[in-house]
């Protein structure tokens, strides 16, 4: 897979080595001629340009890329790189990193953004989900937030455990992706059945997250963290 990455700055070449390390191919785009550290990544291909502009993207031969990230410190410039990247070059799959919460709103499928990443959302909705039981976290949004990732550790008074995976009779259209029990993640069987002080993860329309809470632990609430719709 072939990769471009706007933004050589430190969240950028992290971003490359990663999936360097997993066996992809990486672009930098920056137009600081100080970001532009190639011994730090010394696998990835680097372009000195500006990554909001069409004469450098087709220079770096966007049409070739599998996903564009977007990954500078400016909300303006990763949704102008995403935008180009989806409408005038056809990238499959955008990622745009979102600097400040307020904008958020902005990054959707209207700019070109597939996923936005927030990192200051994302890690409260990671702190939320290492201290809460029986409330639904929701840790990530896909598509603009018609799909999201949410999690719910079950508590031990839930009607649902003890019940196989099969006969769990889940609202709309969730799906439970995966269990994490005693540390260690596993894929749901059906004739497994979730136990107390599992993680369970779902992916589910936004609309369905209160049901599906109440359903796992009556008491609980959708937990909202880390998405402004």
Known sequence: MRVVIAGAGNVGRSIARELIGNGHQVLLID?????????????????????????????????????AIAATG?????????????????????????????????????????VAVSTPRLMCALVEEAVTVGDLVRLFSFRGGQ??????????????????????????????VAIIRDG??????????VEASDELLFVVDPDYESELAHYLSPRGRAALVGVHN
């Not at 499959?92 to 499928?109: C, G, I, K, L, Y």
Request: hydrophobic residues 40%; proline residues 7%.
């Open 74 to 114: 400016d909300d303006k410039a990763n949704l102008v790189h995403s935008l180009l990247a989806k409408t005038e070059f056809g990238v499959p799959r955008t990622v745009a990193r979102v600097n400040h919460p307020s904008n958020e709103w902005m990054f959707d499928d209207l700019w070109g953004v597939d």
């Open 31 to 67: 137009r600081d001629p100080l970001a532009i550290k190639t011994a730090s990544v010394p696998d990835a291909e680097w372009l000195l340009a500006d990554a909001c502009e069409l004469a450098s993207l087709e220079e770096a031969e966007l049409e070739t890329c599998d996903v």
């Open 184 to 193: 260690t993640a596993r894929s749901p069987e059906r004739d497994g059945a």
């Open 147 to 176: 799909t999201n990732l949410v999690e719910m550790t079950l508590p031990d008074t839930s009607p649902r455990v003890g019940v196989r995976v099969g006969d769990l009779d889940l609202p709309g259209d969730a799906v439970l």
